[in-house]
């Protein structure tokens, strides 16, 4: 079974503070994604990754960095955590072909204060 | 602009069928999916439809119609555990997968 995993289910941080939020996938991919989740609104693009070092914005980069070093490995940075970035965050990850199914992480519920 | 449309609640009884419909204006169209997600956990991968016609899988089916932008997710013999959100998702022409904000189904005994 392919298998995401996120370094952390709950986090809590304050207004102002750097938050890492990392992704690993034990499958091979090629692509990794971070995505937040807010209701009503669906899964919105972060940034996404199709292969080491490379990055590209999705729909709302604002306040975000990523860092892809491994293949394996997908690294969401707050650099300055807002208190609009309370979120769901989730990650995925998806073979480098045509047929793009991505399976997801189990999500980290981050709220800012 | 890209869009995807889908009810934000229905709900059903326990045992029945229930149709949860999708329309989709996306820039090329390379697939659709269906994901059932719930509460507080990651979507799950449920269908995949790239031709028209209908996929079957249990008791989901998948429904797709490209020259009407429309699916649907048919869910019969509906049990407790279907209770969750069900999101649609279309891979545009850059293979990218534009999301529905997600239709989430109550199940009443």
């Known amino acids: 079974d392919v298998k995401v995993t996120q370094s952390s289910r709950y986090l809590v941080k304050r207004t102002g503070e750097k938050v890492f939020l990392e992704c690993v996938q034990d499958m091979d991919h090629e692509n990794m994604f971070w995505y937040r989740q807010d209701p009503g609104l669906g899964l919105r693009l972060i940034y996404f990754s199709y292969d080491v070092k490379m990055k590209e914005k999705g729909d709302i980069p604002e306040g975000y960095s990523v860092s892809r070093e491994k293949k394996e490995r997908f690294s969401l940075i707050l650099e300055s955590a807002s208190t609009n970035q309370t979120s769901m965050y989730l990650c995925a990850s998806s073979f480098g072909t045509d047929y793009n199914e991505q399976f997801f992480g189990p999500g980290t519920r981050l709220t800012v204060l | 602009g890209q869009n995807i449309d889908q009810p934000t609640e229905m709900t059903a009884t326990e045992g029945a069928i229930v149709q949860i419909n999708c329309t989709y204006q996306t820039s090329g169209f390379n697939g659709l999916f269906w994901y059932q997600q719930h509460a507080g956990e990651a979507p799950t991968f449920l269908s995949y439809?790239?031709l028209d016609g209908l996929e079957e899988k249990g008791r989901f089916s998948s429904f797709l119609s490209r020259s009407k932008g429309y699916s649907y997710l048919l869910l019969k013999e509906l049990q407790m555990k279907d209770s969750a959100s069900y999101l649609c998702a279309v891979a545009d022409s850059n293979y990218q997968l534009i999301w529905g904000a997600g239709t989430k189904l109550i199940i009443k005994p």
């Open positions: 439809n790239v």
